[in-house]
């Protein structure tokens, strides 16, 4: 379990602007300050880098530093030493954190070293060309194909560093940051309802949805005005003979819920009232017949209000009118009177059109320069024998098409079995999950080949997406949030408290990259349909 201080942070919000580079250390006298440690840092020191992680194991980290003349360092709350070499070492617990101070001239650089849990995944991250516009990545590094693995969400920087984690279990999913800066997300297989916690571990709320259905794992969208969508996995008796199946099959039906604060239901949409198994492709017929004809994977808001939902056993995208329930499009999938006419892409051509399939997390994106909205997603390219896709499409609803703008892939990543995310950033750069591999990359507009601006390469494990924040400031919450879950103490060998106050920050109302710019939704009067409170 975490540990907690008594006090919690105040809501801390995120600065809306684009991400901010971190700032390189300010001069020194000659000579490079030079910092070795056992256990290893991670990343090896570099003084344009200030926060970094120690697998310490509840034990102690011993340093050797070289001191550049006309400078002083001290370590921890240490004397300050000046123009030598020497080694100290630290006691430090796991989460703990403790500080190098670098003085010269009245101008001081701090870094930062925290103690790793000896079970949190191993990994390693590449930065390349050019800076980083997702200063932070939320991901869960525990999903795997075979063992159970430590239950993390993490939070990562653009340095690949581990700058918080929670440890709750039993295997979290889809975690991802909020509008107020604090982090939710559920836990696999539970049914239970997502959780909201602030950066300092305390649990603030949970997002239940409406009836007695288990929530759905696969998305949770908390809008700006409180209001919240999920998802819950209804079960349905059908005819599934279409697709395989027994003419009194148990199927999954996914009910999209919008709910207010209060958890009041706004708005229900039944997915088997409205898809009939018809649409299932083919190539999801064996998942069909044995009771998950659609699987839904992501939900999204759209700047009108209605709701863009995406099932991965249907290979397709659909917009709900919240009004009337009816289908507005369809984009991908069996061809349908509701089906979008896709152009721009080579794989989809007349009477023979293989666009996407298998695909996750379909976004909006709105271009800030443009005011333009495009729709984003993940294609994972699921038995089309091609490298999976992060795509791009500017849809006209009026004319009933759907335009790919932009597609980007890498030649190292040749399939993606499941999951995944696809995020267009503010600046022009992806932040992709390659669903179901182990790599997580930040690749610049158009890339084809060469390098990734940043790579997370995770060990034997996968995350279920990785969630984009663009705001520098944010790390600053992480910090107190951490501080404050694991305080250090005299009694702990450290200095008197390492918890600061929490920063002053603006609030915002958009937390992280690729969200939507939201209208202020209207309180939706409940569309009844074939659901379990509607009985």
Sequence with gaps: MLRRAGRTIAQIGLMLAAALAVAPAVAHASGQLQVAAQPPLYPAFDTGIHYYVSRCANSQVQLTITVPAGTTISVDGQPAQSGTSFSTQVSLNEGQEFLIDWTSNSSTETYHVRCLPTDFPDWTSTQSAGTAQAQYLVVTPAQNFSSPEPPYAAVFDANGVPRWWSNEGPQPIDAKALPNGDLAWTEFGSGGPFEERSPDGTLVRTYPPSGSDPTDVHDLQVLPNGDYVVAVDAQRTIDAVTCGGSPSTTITDPVIQELDSTGALLFAWDTASHIPITE??????????SGDPYHFNSVEVDTDGNIIVSFRHLDAIYKIDVSTSAVIWKLGGVPTTNSLTISGDPDCTPGNCQDFSGQHDARVFTDAS??????????????????????????????????????????????????????????????VDWGGTNSIEELPAGFSAGNAVFTLTLSGVFSYRAHPVTSADYGDALSVGMNTQYPRSPQDGGPPSNIPEAPAVSLLAVAAAGAVSYVVLRSRRYVPGRFATDQ
Excluded: I, M
Aim: aromatic content about 6%; overall charge neutral; glycine content about 12%.
């Design 280 to 289: 299932v492709s083919p190539g999801w017929f064996s998942q069909c017949a």
């Design 370 to 431: 443009s005011g333009q909205t495009f729709l984003t997603l993940h294609d994972n390219g699921t038995d089309l024998n091609r490298a999976p896709r992060a795509l791009r499409f500017s849809v006209d609803t009026g004319a009933r098409t759907a335009t790919l703008v932009e597609s980007v892939s890498d030649p190292n990543v040749t399939g993606s079995p499941c999951c995944g995310s696809a995020r267009k950033l503010p600046g022009g750069d992806w932040l």
